[in-house]
């Protein structure tokens, strides 16, 4: 929605407004998370990335497959034994 026009919605009703992407004229914002956090590698132009852990994770998973693959994980203290 154009700017104009949220803030004449906003002003005319007394329910708050929500936008996305409707400009600072709505009572609140909306933002996918995932957008935020910088999972989206192509996130739309009207996103504001607020952190970037896509490489986090990515590196976390590939260092997971690595020991699992390697046999590193799990080690004798992370396997459930039976109890004697």
């Not at 154009?2 to 803030?7: G, K, R």
């Not at 007394?14 to 996305?20: A, K, L, M, N, R």
């Not at 609140?28 to 504001?48: H, R």
């Amino acid at each position: 929605m154009v700017e104009p026009l949220a803030a004449q919605i906003s002003k005319e009703i007394e329910i708050p407004t929500i936008g996305i992407r409707a400009s600072t004229e709505c009572d609140g914002q909306i933002l996918v998370l995932e957008d935020m956090l910088g999972l989206n590698p192509n996130p739309p132009k009207f996103v504001e990335q607020y952190g970037n852990i896509l490489q986090g994770i990515e590196d976390a998973v590939e260092r997971y497959a690595k020991d699992v693959k390697s046999r590193a994980f799990p080690t004798k203290d992370q396997t459930y034994q039976v109890k004697k």
